[in-house]
């Protein structure tokens, strides 16, 4: 992650809690609370300790993610600051926000940073990005049919609601997430109280090249995740390994 005055700093081994679900305004005074118990875990280890808000879930049945309404975000980015303030800053803080496709959309998290400044300081120190691309269906045949052949398909996905609607994740996502992750580091880098925000690189990567390319458009850190899911913690060395990467 970088510091506030730009320079890079080694973290070492750290915690990250996720803060997942948050899908409406009210649920900023939950943020307030989770930072709190958050706070009490950071006095009791040795490492540092990372919260991850997530305002970008598409799964959430009528609650868009806040991640895209500036307002809403606003008012996050505000219940972190107050956080801060109230029960110390030691919990470096983040959000994940949804794969824009939209140019605009930046301009959204631009405007609530810029709003949530207190004396020339931004509430978070990290970016995650990016989450899933909602609405996706993937199908595959159904064998089971009496004439045996694969006329009709069924979603891959089991979901509660039988139609297997759910998030896109993995290869697919990559270009996505790599233009997300750029625009967004020229997004912080255009503005100077927002320069010392990292941003966490997440979306399709599963081998060294994919890690290098997130490096190579501002990601600090890289996560894994369906290739985790697939290849197991082999990954991490894999990726090292090929690619001499510094994880």
Known sequence: MRSRDGESEH????????????????????????????????????MHVYMEINLSCPDISGKPPPAYDQPCLLEYLVAV?????????????????????????????????????ENGVAPI????????????????????SESGKSKEWTPTLSSADTEGIGGLAGSPLHPLALGNVRMLRRMLDSEE???????????????????????????EVVGVG?????????????????????L
């Open 125 to 144: 120190e990290f970016i995650t990005a990016t989450n899933t691309l909602g609405t996706s269906l993937l199908l595959q045949p159904d064998l089971n």
């Open 226 to 246: 369906t290739a985790l899911g697939r290849k197991g913690v082999g990954i991490f060395q894999e990726i090292s390994f090929d690619g001499k990467a510094k």
């Open 81 to 117: 600051r107050e956080a801060k303030r109230d029960y110390g800053g030691d919990v470096k803080v983040g959000i994940k926000t949804p794969p824009y496709s939209n140019p605009r959309d930046f301009g959204v998290v631009r405007g609530a940073l810029m709003q949530s400044l």
């Open 193 to 219: 109280a927002l320069r010392g925000i990292g941003i966490i690189g997440i979306g399709g990567v599963s081998d060294a090249a994919g890690f290098n390319r997130m490096r190579s458009v501002g990601a």
């Open 11 to 46: 973290t070492g081994l750290l915690a990250v809690a996720s803060i997942r679900d948050v899908a409406e305004c009210r649920d900023s005074g939950e943020v307030r609370e989770c930072y709190r118990l958050v706070s009490l875990l950071r006095e009791k280890v040795v």
